[in-house]
């Protein structure tokens, strides 16, 4: 029998988030109030030395439970294995957040599990250092790295993932207090497995001088008017020529819900991280609720059903 006085737990949830907000690509990650995920991670007297058990609880989306194929998996097993920790795990996943769809579902629960982690043991390790375990998790979906998405959820807000002089640092930027988004994820289409990695092969392998500055030219307008609080000058900037046109083809109806989120009132709209959501950005909420019918009525023309959230950007990722 286990000495329960000996079992140890936290337990942390996460935002979900958009990524590239049009230009930045695997650089912008905003976390959004509309969903997060919960885990909860307990020492477990019971099982083997450095064993990791992943429970899916309350649904589990078809997420595989075991470790080298969840993301909050992968992140306990590498955190356990750089801190020298080798207690028996249980890994609690609640997912709030839908699975593959663009929200970044993965790294909420990663970074859920990267923060339950670090204070289930007081690691005294900075906030970079949480986002890049964390960005560990995205290989389960991915297939690499990426951290715009975790950094985010971590973090909160507005954050950019910087990698300049040879340096990952991130970012946070408070962003601003009117900036509205509604996200529009089309629930009834079949993404595939991995889906991710598959969004990440059809781009381009090389681009051509011109489209470079044109992007560089967007994502610091999108910069600056996270910056300076500016919401009208944040969509100015979500005008994407590389990324957007390689996958809108991906998307059933993309054209019809970017033109009719516009036509309703909606200042930019763009695919949210690899899709297949999209989501609109406004100032205010006066026009969110027109906005979001004509998201709807967009997949719906291309026989989708889809379920709209009017958010706002969050907090990061916190203990429960
Ligand atoms: N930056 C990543 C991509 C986000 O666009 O592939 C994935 O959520």
Same mark, same amino acid.
């Given at each position: 029998?286990?000495?329960?006085?000996?079992?140890?737990?936290?337990?942390?949830?996460? *935002?979900? %988030?958009? &990524?590239?907000?049009?230009?930045?690509? $695997?650089?912008?990650?905003?976390?959004?109030?509309?969903?997060? $995920?919960? +885990?909860?991670?307990?020492?477990?007297?019971?099982?083997?030395?450095?064993?990791?058990?992943?429970?899916?609880?309350?649904?589990?989306?078809?997420?595989? !439970?075991?470790?080298?194929?969840?993301?909050?998996?992968?992140?306990?097993?590498?955190?356990?294995?750089?801190?020298?920790? $080798?207690?028996?795990?249980? +890994?609690?996943?609640?997912?709030?957040?839908?699975?593959?769809?663009?929200?970044?579902?993965?790294?909420?629960? &990663?970074?859920?599990? !990267? /923060?339950?982690?670090?204070?289930?043991?007081?690691?005294?390790?900075?906030?970079?250092?949480?986002?890049?375990?964390? &960005?560990?998790?995205?290989?389960?979906?991915?297939?690499?790295?990426?951290?715009?998405?975790?950094? !985010?959820?971590?973090?909160?807000?507005?954050?950019?993932?910087?990698?300049?002089?040879?340096?990952?640092?991130?970012?946070?930027?408070? *962003?601003?207090?009117?900036?509205?988004?509604? #996200?529009? +994820?089309?629930?009834?289409?079949?993404?595939?497995?991995?889906? @991710?990695?598959? #969004?990440?092969?059809?781009?381009?392998?090389?681009?051509?001088?011109?489209?470079?500055?044109?992007?560089?030219?967007?994502?610091? @307008?999108?910069?600056?008017?996270?910056?300076?609080?500016?919401?009208?000058?944040?969509?100015?900037?979500?005008?994407?020529?590389?990324?957007?046109?390689?996958?809108?083809?991906?998307? *059933?109806?993309? $054209?019809?819900?970017?033109?009719?989120?516009?036509?309703?009132?909606?200042?930019?709209?763009?695919? %949210?991280?690899?899709?297949?959501?999209?989501?609109?950005?406004?100032?205010?909420?006066?026009?969110?609720?027109? +906005?979001? &019918?004509?998201?709807?009525?967009?997949?719906?023309? !291309?026989? /989708?059903?889809?379920? @709209?959230?009017?958010?706002? *950007?969050?907090?990061?990722?916190?203990?429960?």
């Amino acid at each position: 029998m286990a000495d329960l006085a000996t079992i140890k737990s936290r337990t942390a949830v996460a *935002p979900c %988030s958009t &990524a590239n907000l049009g230009p930045g690509y $695997d650089v912008f990650g905003l976390a959004l109030d509309a969903l997060e $995920d919960r +885990v909860k991670i307990s020492t477990a007297p019971r099982q083997s030395k450095g064993s990791i058990q992943i429970k899916m609880v309350g649904g589990s989306q078809g997420i595989p !439970a075991a470790v080298e194929s969840n993301s909050a998996g992968l992140v306990v097993r590498r955190m356990a294995r750089d801190f020298g920790i $080798d207690d028996g795990l249980q +890994v609690e996943v609640r997912k709030g957040v839908p699975a593959g769809y663009g929200l970044g579902s993965s790294a909420a629960s &990663a970074a859920a599990a !990267a /923060l339950a982690f670090k204070e289930l043991y007081r690691l005294k390790i900075d906030t970079d250092s949480l986002v890049e375990y964390a &960005a560990e998790g995205e290989i389960a979906s991915a297939g690499t790295k990426h951290y715009d998405n975790v950094s !985010a959820s971590i973090i909160g807000g507005f954050v950019v993932s910087s990698s300049s002089a040879g340096e990952r640092r991130f970012i946070g930027i408070k *962003p601003p207090s009117d900036l509205v988004l509604v #996200a529009a +994820v089309p629930v009834s289409m079949q993404v595939p497995e991995k889906k @991710t990695e598959v #969004a990440r092969q059809v781009l381009p392998k090389e681009v051509s001088l011109r489209d470079v500055v044109h992007n560089v030219s967007s994502a610091s @307008t999108v910069v600056a008017g996270f910056a300076l609080n500016d919401v009208e000058m944040i969509a100015r900037g979500i005008d994407d020529v590389i990324v957007e046109p390689a996958r809108k083809h991906l998307i *059933p109806g993309y $054209d019809a819900v970017r033109d009719k989120a516009l036509a309703a009132g909606a200042l930019a709209v763009t695919i %949210s991280g690899a899709g297949p959501s999209m989501i609109s950005f406004m100032k205010s909420g006066k026009k969110a609720r027109l +906005v979001a &019918a004509a998201m709807l009525e967009g997949f719906a023309g !291309a026989g /989708l059903q889809s379920k @709209t959230f009017v958010c706002r *950007p969050s907090r990061g990722a916190h203990l429960v």
